[in-house]
Structures are given as structure tokens and as C-alpha cells.
């Protein structure tokens, strides 16, 4: 009975989350008007850094303590006469000392103390002179310094009274260590020394304050604002908050913008989700969002800004000066003629592959297989290296063997590699893989009966890859050869080691070259990047929404066995083609890495007399500089790889195992970032993280890592995706049916069931990350330099053969890591 | 029409035998099923069929021509087989009416008799209005139809289908059931029907092949294999059974899990037996020859399926629906029996029913 009496109790849970919310908003909020009122407090004050309030702050505390705990006693233990001398004398020193900084100071000054009477005012006045002198007194050496602090403890408080006395009178006898200093000077200049001597022989000058006088004068340079300096500090001005607001007011904004955001977006998210209910997952979201917002957004958006905005209006004139310059015009050319040879090169190469080695049976077709992959993991700028070994017109191995061949004279060529359709030769045999991994996956995945269906029909085999297979394949075959377009076209290895030297510009090398000349140099390459962007972007959108939604083949985890077409007479024919093809554009090129390390003379054979050397290698990895890039490389790598497969874990969760609205959020965006450009996610990084936004990473490691972070994040996703995709939530499901909390099931079910998929996603972060050169080159700095930067510096400055044995220690990594991560996928992993 | 000729066929995978020794002729415009649990070997002796296997060894002959045997191997596209698949296998990329017409596009049919053969066909298995849709926009009972039109479009000598209503939901299933028997019937096309459902198979089939690992235990029109089963397999796999064991002796058999009841036996065994019987051939009777209670009911509407202890032995017993309402649990009741399967009692009963997957 009792129960029924009890009123339903309402849950006060919606009531709860919406006050929350809204105060979130509001903390939002109250933190960007913070950030604004700082950052206008700092642009009127003339000040060149915002770091100039923390030092004033901490300096205004430093006075305070030195005022009441020495100074003040010091000043009120002289008689009435003396004082009253005394705080005139300062007076007059201060306002000079103020019109020697800026004339009409004194005015303001007087203003300051206007009102002011007796003990007050003298306060005050000691107190700026303290200060001013503080940061524009004379200057009292650092081993008159020492004579000052080894007077004993006994002595000082006479000391202190003589220099007081003396500053008043003129005639009075100095004491020993002060009469160095002041012996020779007279008038002002003897009382503003006698003054400063007084401060400095104080122990409150300690090196505390040392420390804040140098920032407060590195901080403001202006002389008038040094005034207001000298007058926030003595008067404790800034407070503890203040100081925080104004010298964080950018960052504050940034917090605020962000904070607001999260809560808008929580708040949608819940109206959509028609509950009020808080859910934890929603937090690691938006963390997820906020960082992806915060490194990846805003940098491409700003870019996009600047580039249409230059000075603040709407202009095209970055664009017009850029594209009306020939070069620059050259380089688009280039930039799309070659990413288009090399996607229809590169797709022609990649369909018959995939399909002779994913559905026929060739021979060997497990070994091309993994042979195939395995180039996709290759730095396309060893590629470069090789080709270039191979075709160039006077030294190149090939060019040799022709004239000799052909009785050719000893003129260049016939081949050249320093050209554009060189170039897209190297482009085309480092990217066909590409569209090789995407089609052969599609085309393993198909449903066999799809194909017995039409060769029951009466097709041939033939007949069939060319009326169902084909057609079946095409949203692949198209997405592959977007992406072959994109990357060939944001490739900065090949055409850098390439097209550089045969004055081939692209965009990616002309994005570079600008970079490197300041100022105007990074505006202008915001317009060449824009470019980019926007083609990446719109090839993006093509095949991540127009054709998955004519995606025809689901990968749905499901294994099947894809019917296998007997090549009958054409078995042997068809491997040789394929052997041949492998040789062509793999095993002579990655010789050719080989035996250039062994070289002196490039030119030469490595088997000609004295041309053989190990030195080569000995150097290389002998040298302190290349461990230390070695270092950095790995730890960059792994870094951005943990955290990346961190997050990777998280969204794979979210993806697969909860109907969280929000979900694809971050999921959009971590696609975004991997089809962005590197050349224009580094050079977003640098032109808003170098403190013009409150963060200042520029310069450091954490730029790098983030910069690996968004370019390579999604190959550890869609691995450990897929992976959760195969396990039925049933399993899970059991294991907290025998009474498994969700931890547990995490840790002893999904968690050892997709744990290869992890550590392979870790993999794929990793290995692109180890070797990066095109975001590095930009974002490097002299102490963050990794091993493809050093590679590429040896390259271009110091030897061929040197940086060829670097390669090949590269691509012996890059193989061994290559073959853990097929034996921990089985040969598949998602690009 | 066609008649298909198995001779001797074996297909093993690397060790595993899947299809022993399969001999059999199917006769011209028969529609035969090839019945089994999942696992069996069915479906692969379909492949072979269709030519999607090469069997290990033996011969196969549809009409006289040898299209698999020796060295001859006829690939499927030249074999003129309809086949549906499990799956429906309709191209996504193309409409209702290029899927069908695809068989005759291969034959480079005469565009207006193409057009004439699918409206046709459509017709039949009245999808007529959906020639423009594509698939995804048809249900799945639609996407089935669409493959069989398409198998049946270029008049195929012999049409296969595997479990091809296995996807649909019950009541479709029913209907699509006596739908491709009465377009057999019409067309007088052999065909090849692989089932795991019984009742599939009792409902179309000529002749009904029940096979388990690999081997075919016993062929036959679905009352000779219903009613007579040649062993113990067949005779659980098909409809419900209970088997009972007994001694048969002196035109009796005895059962001791029954307290030592007994029925008349006129058959030829003697000694340890299984006997097998139906529970819809168990029935009350005033003038029963076993006794003992009716222990529970269970009212199915149609049917009342009852279990009633014989000594130690709960027996089942399927009887009219109307009969619940004269029955009372707890009551002494008689039963009597007809139609018994007598098998000897060899020990392997359990081996013999269990099925391998």
C-alpha cells in the first residue's frame, strides 16, 4: 500500500542533460567573449606578444613582495626629512626617466597621480620607479653584481641607508661597492644608479625576477608600451585571470568556438536520437571531432579562405597571377596530363592483373599477388631513384645496353626519363597498384554464381568477363582509377626527383618551391594547393558517394570461393607475359637500387675493375645524422601509428557495433583527410599552427605526427573495420550472456579475434609514416628531420650511390614489414 | 527434352569423397529431386550436371551426347542447361529484361524474336509489368522468377535448380511450389530440383533421389519411398518416425520397452528388429493391440499430436483434430497400428540417422 501512495518519481535526467548542455553553450560562449575582450585588450596595447601580460602579472607580484617586504621598511625607518627628500628625488627620477622613454609622458604621470597624497602617492612613485628601473634603469654589471651580494648580511642594512642618504645629498661619501658604480657620475644619473644599486642590492632581486624583467622585455619592444608596462606592474594591474585570458585569448577562442560547437552538435545529436539520456560514447566522439575539426578542417578551410580572400575581400587576383604565369601554367598542364596517362596506364596494367591473378589460373598467381601488393608499400621516390638510374639519356643502363645494342652513336638517349612521358612512366609503374588492390578485391569478393549464371546462358568464359564481369566491376574499376588520378597528381616523390631536375613542373613541386620563399611565397602556394584541394575533394565525392551507391559487389566479410577460369593453352603464354611484366617493373628497378650502392662511378658497371665499394654503406649508416633521422622516423611513425590505430579502434566500434547517430562523423572526416593532398594537409598545418590560432606546434615533432595522423589514419580504420564486420555480434553477444562485462568481452572475445587486424592497421599507419616525404619536406625542421627527408637530401646534395644504399635499407624494412602484415591479414588489407 | 545418363560418377575433394559411384539415368521431361541434408553431395552432382565440377571420375551423357568422361569435357556455356541458383544470381546491372534475354543475346537471336521469347517468358512467370525494373527494386520472391525466366527463355533441354525457393518466406514458398511444377508440366522440360526440404520434394517430384554422404539411398516416386523406405535414413529423413526396438517371433514382434506388449508381424524377419512406424499410423482404437496412457496433447488445429506411455515407452501418436475434444490425459487408452517398417536391428541405428556435415 505503501508503494502506491509514493507519486511515480519523475526522472529528472532530460531536465538534467539540457541544463548542462545549455551551460556548456554558455562556458562556450563565456569563453570567446573572454578571448575577444583579450585579444582587443592586447591589440590596443601595443604590446608584441601576448606573453607580455604573464610576464607583467608575474611581475606585478614580484614588486609587491619586494615593496612590502624590504623596500617599503626601508623607505619608512628614515626620518621625516630624509623621506620626504627621498620620495621627491624618486619622483623627479621617475618622470624623466618617463619623458626619456616618451615626451608627454610626464602628463600622463601626473594624471596617474593626480589625487594621490602622502604616503599613498610616495608608494606609488617608488613603485613605478622600481619597476622602470627595473627593465630601463642603468645597468649594473654582473660582477659588480657579485660585489654587491657578497657585502655580509651584517653590513647590508647600513649599506642601505648610506645609498638612501646619498641619493638626496649630493656631498654624502659613498660606500665602497656603490662608489665603483656612481663615484664618477653626478646629478640625475648618480641618483638613478644610487636608486638602482639600492634595488639590486636588495635580495628580493633575485633571479625571478631576472627572468620576468628579460621576458617583459623581449615582449614589449615599443617604448611608449614599456610605460604602460612599468605602470601595470608596479600598480598590480593584471590580475591572475587576466593575465591568463589575455595572453591565452586566441587559444581561449579556439577552446570556446569548439566548446560551443560540441554543444550544438551533442544537443543535435540528442534531438535526433529523441533522448535526453547522456551517452559516454558521445564524449569520445566529439573528442574525436574536436581534434579532426581543430588539425584538419580548419587548415584546409583557411586555405580556402586565404586563397579567395587575400586581404580580406573577395578577390581572384592570387589566382590570376598565379595561372598567367607560364610556369605555373606548365605545371597544372603537367599535373593533369600525367595523372590522367597515369590512371588509364596504370588501370589497363591493374584489370587484367587482377583478374589473371585473382581468377585464372596463372601460375605463381599467390606470388604476383603478394608481389603487386608489395609495390603499393614501396616509397614512390626509390622508384624515381631507379628509373632514373635506368633511363637517364647519358648514363642510364637501359640507354647503354640500346646503343649498344642498336649500334647506336654515344650521343644521349634514345630514352629520357627527364620528360613528361617519362614521368608518367614512373608515375604508371608506382601507382598501378593501386587500382590493382581495389579491383582484385572487388573481383575476389564477387558472387561466383553471378558468372555461372551467364556461362550457362551459353557465354563463354570470355564473353562473360566482358558482359558481367567487366560491368560488374566498373564502380570498382572507376574508384581505383580516381585513385590512381589522385595520388599520381598529389605525388611529390616522383616529380621532385624527376621532373625538377627535366624542368617538369607539377603542382606538388611548384607548392614546394613557393613554400620555401617566405611570405608571399606561402600565399601563392595556398593558390596552387587550393587546386588540389578542390580536385581530391571532388574525386572523393565521386567515388565515396556517386559510385557506392552503384556499388554493386557488398563486401560483406562473407568468403567466397571465386570460380577460378582455366586459361588452358593460354596458361604458360599468359605467365610469361605477367613474369615479364613483374621483371620489367619490379625486380630491375630494385636492382638497379642494389647494385647503384656499391658504386663509385654511377655510370659504370658495378662489376668493372675498382668500381665495386662497400664504402658507400659503411658511410651511410655509420653516420650520426642518419641514426638520428632513423630515430625520429620511428618514433614519429609509431607514435602516430598508436594513437592513429587508437582512434581507429574507437570509430571501428562506433562503425560497426552501435547505431550512435554522429557516428559517420568523424568517419567522413578521417576519409577527408586521407584524400586530401599531402602537399596541402602540411602546408594547412603550417600556415595556421604557427600560433596565429593559440597553438604553436610549428617547427616541433607534434606537427609531423598529426600531419602522418591525418593522411594515413583511415588505412588502419577500414582494416579493423572490416575485421569487426566479419565477427557476428553474437559472439559478443554470448560472452556477456555468461556474464562478461563489456570490458571483458572487449578484452578476451573482439578484442584476440581482430587482434592481427589491428596490429596490421598499426602496420599500415606505420610504414607510410616511416618513410613520408612530401608532408615532411615541408614541415621539417633541423631537429626533426626523419630518414626519407635524409634520403632525399643525400639524393639531391651529396651521392647518388650513398642514397641508393639508404633505399634499399628502406625498401629491406619496408619488405619485412610488408610480409608481417600479410601474414597477419592474409594478404588482405584495404587501401 | 532431355534425358541425363550418370554413369559411375565420383567427385572427391583433395581426401574428402563427396559423390560415390552415382549411377542413374534421368528419363526424358522428368522433374527429379535430388534430396538430402546439407552436405550431402547434392549439390555438387548438380554442378557436375551444369559442368561447374569435373567429376573425379565416371561419365555423363545428357541425351547420348558424352559432355563429361575421358578426356571430353563440355564447358557449361555449351551445354544449353537452364539452371537456377540459390542465390537468384540476377545481374544487378542490368533491367528485368535484359537478365532474361541475355541467354538468347549470347545465341544472337533476331532482336524481334528475342523481345517476343522474354515477353513470353515474362509472361509465365508473370512478371510482365517489371520488364523495366531492376533488381533492386524487385522482392525477392520477383528476383526468383526473374532467374527462372531466364533459365527458361532459350527452351534449355533440362533446367536445374538449386534450392531455389530456400530464400522465400513459407507462404511463397508454397505457391512458387506448385508455380514451377505446372510450368514443367506445360514446357515437358526434364528438370534437376535440389532440396533439403521434404516436402518440397513430395510436392513436385516424378522420382525423388535421397542422398546421404555421398551416397544415394534410395531412388524413387515419393510414395515408394515414403511408404517403403530402404533403410532406417530414409525412412527418419522423410516425414516423422519413431523407432521402436523389438523381437520378431512367431508372427509377433515384442517389444520389451513396452512392459512385453506385442503386435502381429507377417513379415519374413526374425530375431532383433527396428521397427518403425508413423505417427499418424498409430491410432486409437477400441480394438487396439497395445494399452496404456494418454500422458499429454498437444492441439495443432488440423492435428492432435498426443504421446501415450506404453510401459516405459512414450509413444507418439498423431489423430484427427477433431478427436481432442473426446480425449482426456490420464485416461487408459488402446492404440492399434498399420503400415509398420521392419528393419533389422543391426546396432547402427544412431551412426545411420546422424547426419554428416
Keep these: 500500500m505503501k508503494d502506491a501512495m509514493t507519486p511515480p518519481r519523475r526522472d529528472r535526467t532530460p531536465i538534467l542533460t539540457k541544463t548542462i548542455l545549455a551551460l556548456l553553450f554558455l562556458l562556450g560562449a563565456a569563453v570567446i567573449v573572454m578571448g575577444c575582450t583579450g585579444m582587443k585588450e592586447y591589440s590596443a596595447s601595443g604590446f608584441s606578444s601576448e606573453a607580455a601580460y604573464r610576464a607583467i602579472y608575474k611581475l606585478g607580484g614580484e614588486v609587491d613582495a619586494a615593496w612590502d617586504k624590504k623596500l617599503g621598511p626601508q623607505c619608512k625607518a628614515l626620518d621625516a626629512e630624509s623621506r620626504a627628500a627621498l620620495d621627491e628625488t624618486a619622483y623627479t627620477l621617475l618622470r624623466s626617466a618617463w619623458e626619456a622613454q616618451k615626451k608627454g609622458s610626464g602628463a600622463e604621470l601626473d594624471a596617474l597621480l593626480d589625487g594621490k597624497e602622502g604616503e599613498a602617492r610616495a608608494e606609488l612613485v617608488h613603485r613605478l620607479l622600481f619597476t622602470s628601473s627595473l627593465v630601463s634603469g642603468p645597468k649594473v654589471g654582473t660582477a659588480n653584481r657579485k660585489e654587491l651580494a657578497a657585502i655580509p648580511a651584517s653590513g647590508l642594512d647600513g649599506f642601505r641607508r648610506q645609498l638612501l642618504e646619498a641619493v638626496t645629498d649630493e656631498g654624502a661619501a659613498l660606500p665602497e661597492a656603490a662608489g665603483k658604480l656612481a663615484g664618477k657620475l653626478t646629478g640625475q644619473e648618480r641618483q638613478a644608479m644610487l636608486m638602482q644599486i639600492w634595488y639590486v642590492s636588495n635580495d628580493s632581486m633575485n633571479s625571478r625576477i631576472t627572468e620576468q624583467v628579460n621576458t617583459l622585455k623581449k615582449t614589449v619592444r615599443d617604448k611608449g608600451a614599456q610605460l604602460d608596462a612599468f605602470r601595470m606592474a608596479a600598480r598590480g594591474e593584471v590580475s591572475f585571470i587576466w593575465q591568463l585570458v589575455v595572453s591565452n585569448s586566441r587559444s581561449a577562442v579556439l577552446i570556446g568556438i569548439l566548446l560551443c560547437l560540441d554543444a550544438v552538435l551533442l544537443t543535435l545529436l540528442m534531438l535526433g536520437e529523441r533522448t535526453w539520456i547522456p551517452d559516454f560514447k558521445w564524449i569520445i566522439i566529439l573528442v574525436i571531432v574536436d581534434f579532426l575539426l581543430l588539425f584538419q578542417l580548419m587548415p584546409l578551410v583557411y586555405m580556402l579562405i586565404k586563397a579567395f580572400f587575400p586581404d580580406s575581400a573577395f578577390s581572384l587576383e592570387t589566382f590570376r597571377r598565379l595561372y598567367t604565369y607560364s610556369l605555373n601554367l606548365d605545371a597544372l598542364k603537367n599535373t593533369l596530363i600525367a595523372a590522367s596517362a597515369t590512371m588509364v596506364l596504370g588501370t589497363l596494367t591493374a584489370f587484367p592483373l587482377a583478374w589473371l591473378v585473382g581468377r585464372t589460373n596463372l601460375y605463381g598467381r599467390r606470388f604476383f599477388r603478394a608481389l603487386f601488393v608489395l609495390t603499393y608499400m614501396v616509397p614512390p621516390y626509390v622508384g624515381a631513384m631507379a628509373w632514373l638510374r635506368l633511363l637517364n639519356p647519358n648514363v642510364g643502363t637501359v640507354n647503354q645496353w640500346l646503343r649498344v645494342l642498336f649500334h647506336l652513336s654515344d650521343a644521349p638517349g634514345p630514352l629520357n626519363v627527364y620528360t613528361l612521358p617519362g614521368m608518367i612512366w614512373v608515375l604508371s609503374s608506382f601507382y598501378y597498384p593501386y587500382a590493382f588492390i581495389t579491383i582484385s578485391r572487388a573481383m575476389e569478393k564477387m558472387d561466383p554464381s553471378l558468372e555461372e549464371a551467364s556461362r550457362i546462358s551459353g557465354a563463354s568464359p570470355l564473353k562473360t568477363l566482358f558482359t558481367v564481369t567487366l560491368p560488374m566491376m566498373m564502380p570498382s574499376l572507376i574508384s581505383g582509377a580516381l585513385l590512381v588520378f589522385v595520388s599520381a597528381a598529389s605525388c611529390y616523390g616522383i616529380p621532385s626527383i624527376i621532373g625538377s631536375p627535366g624542368r617538369v613542373h607539377t603542382v606538388t613541386t611548384r607548392i614546394v618551391e613557393y613554400v620555401s620563399l617566405g611570405q608571399q611565397g606561402l600565399n601563392d602556394a595556398t593558390g596552387m594547393a587550393v587546386f588540389l584541394m578542390v580536385l581530391a575533394i571532388l574525386i572523393l565525392f565521386i567515388s565515396d558517394v556517386l559510385l557506392a551507391k552503384r556499388q554493386y559487389i557488398t563486401v560483406s566479410g562473407k568468403s567466397v570461393q571465386p570460380a577460378i577460369v582455366h586459361l588452358r593453352k593460354w596458361r604458360v603464354p599468359l605467365t610469361v607475359i605477367v613474369s615479364l611484366f613483374a621483371v620489367v617493373v619490379i625486380v630491375i628497378p630494385f636492382a638497379t637500387i642494389l647494385t647503384t650502392s656499391f658504386k663509385i662511378d654511377v655510370g659504370k658497371s658495378m662489376f668493372r675493375a675498382n668500381n665495386f665499394t662497400l664504402s658507400n654503406w659503411k658511410t651511410v649508416f655509420g653516420r650520426i645524422e642518419t641514426l638520428n633521422c632513423f630515430k625520429n622516423s620511428l618514433l614519429y611513425a609509431s607514435v602516430a601509428a598508436t594513437v592513429g590505430i587508437v582512434v581507429a579502434c574507437t570509430m571501428s566500434y562506433l562503425l560497426q557495433r552501435t547505431r550512435l547517430r554522429g557516428r559517420k562523423i568523424p568517419d567522413f572526416l578521417i576519409t577527408l583527410g586521407s584524400g586530401t593532398p599531402s602537399v596541402v594537409i602540411a602546408l594547412g598545418l603550417i600556415m595556421t599552427m604557427k600560433g596565429n590560432f593559440g597553438i604553436n606546434i610549428y617547427n616541433t615533432a607534434y606537427i609531423m605526427i598529426i600531419a602522418y595522423m591525418i593522411k594515413y589514419m583511415m588505412m588502419g580504420m577500414r582494416t579493423v573495420v572490416s575485421a569487426m564486420s566479419q565477427i557476428h555480434v553474437s559472439l559478443e553477444e554470448s560472452s556477456q550472456i555468461s556474464g562478461a562485462s563489456w570490458l571483458r568481452t572487449m578484452f578476451r572475445v573482439t578484442g584476440p579475434l581482430i587482434f592481427p587486424s589491428i596490429a596490421a592497421g598499426w602496420f599500415l599507419i606505420f610504414i607510410p609514416s616511416f618513410y613520408e616525404l612530401s608532408m615532411t619536406t615541408l614541415l621539417y625542421s633541423s631537429t626533426t628531420k626523419t630518414i626519407g627527408f635524409q634520403l632525399y637530401e643525400y639524393w639531391t646534395f651529396t651521392s647518388q650511390p650513398m642514397s641508393c644504399a639508404m633505399a634499399f635499407g628502406i625498401l629491406l624494412i619496408v619488405v619485412f614489414l610488408n610480409f608481417i602484415l600479410n601474414r597477419l591479414t592474409k594478404g588482405e588489407f584495404s587501401i | ?357
Design chain 2, 1 to 357: 527434352m532431355a534425358a541425363v545418363t550418370i554413369k559411375n560418377i565420383t567427385k572427391a575433394f583433395g581426401d574428402n569423397v563427396v559423390l560415390k559411384s552415382f549411377n542413374e539415368t534421368f528419363k526424358d521431361g522428368e522433374f527429379i529431386t535430388l534430396l538430402g541434408p546439407s552436405g550431402c553431395g547434392k549439390t555438387t552432382m548438380l554442378r557436375i550436371i551444369a559442368g561447374f565440377e569435373k567429376p573425379t571420375s565416371g561419365e555423363l551423357y545428357i541425351d547420348d551426347r558424352l559432355v563429361s568422361g575421358g578426356k571430353t569435357f563440355v564447358p557449361p556455356e555449351k551445354r544449353s542447361i537452364g539452371m537456377v541458383f540459390q542465390s537468384y544470381a540476377v545481374w544487378p546491372h542490368m533491367n528485368v529484361f535484359d537478365n532474361v534475354a541475355y541467354p538468347l543475346a549470347i545465341r544472337k537471336a533476331p532482336k524481334a524474336e528475342i523481345r517476343a521469347s522474354v515477353e513470353k517468358v515474362l509472361g509465365v512467370v508473370h512478371l510482365s509489368q517489371y520488364a523495366d525494373r531492376f533488381p533492386n527494386q524487385l522482392s525477392g520472391g520477383q528476383q526468383q522468377r526473374v532467374a527462372l525466366a531466364r533459365a527458361l527463355v532459350a527452351a534449355p533441354k533440362l533446367l536445374l535448380l538449386d534450392e531455389p525457393l530456400s530464400n522465400l518466406d513459407a507462404k511463397l514458398r508454397e505457391s512458387m511450389r506448385f508455380e514451377i511444377k505446372e510450368i514443367q508440366r506445360e514446357l515437358g522440360i526434364t528438370v534437376v530440383y535440389v532440396t533439403h526440404d521434404q516436402t518440397e520434394a513430395m510436392a513436385m517430384s516424378d522420382r525423388i533421389f535421397l542422398i546421404n554422404r555421398g551416397v544415394v539411398q534410395q531412388s524413387g516416386t515419393p510414395q515408394e519411398i515414403y511408404n517403403t523406405p530402404a533403410n532406417q535414413f530414409v525412412a527418419d529423413f522423410l516425414g516423422k518416425v519413431d523407432f521402436f526396438k523389438g523381437e520378431a517371433k512367431d508372427g509377433r514382434i515384442v517389444f520389451p520397452g513396452m512392459g512385453g506388449q506385442s503386435i502381429p508381424y507377417g513379415g519374413p524377419r526374425t530375431g532383433k528388429v527396428e521397427v518403425a512406424i508413423r505417427p499418424e499410423n498409430i491410432f486409437f482404437a477400441e480394438d487396439g493391440v497395445l494399452t496404456g496412457t494418454l500422458e499429454a496433447q498437444y492441439y495443432l488445429g488440423d492435428v492432435d499430436d498426443c504421446r501415450v506411455r506404453v510401459g516405459d515407452t512414450l509413444v507418439r501418436v498423431i489423430t484427427n483434430g477433431w478427436e481432442y475434444k473426446k480425449l482426456a490425459n490420464g485416461r487408459p487408452v488402446t492404440l492399434g497400428v498399420r503400415d509398420i517398417m521392419v528393419f533389422e536391428d543391426d546396432g547402427l541405428l544412431e551412426q545411420m540417422l546422424s547426419i554428416q556435415t
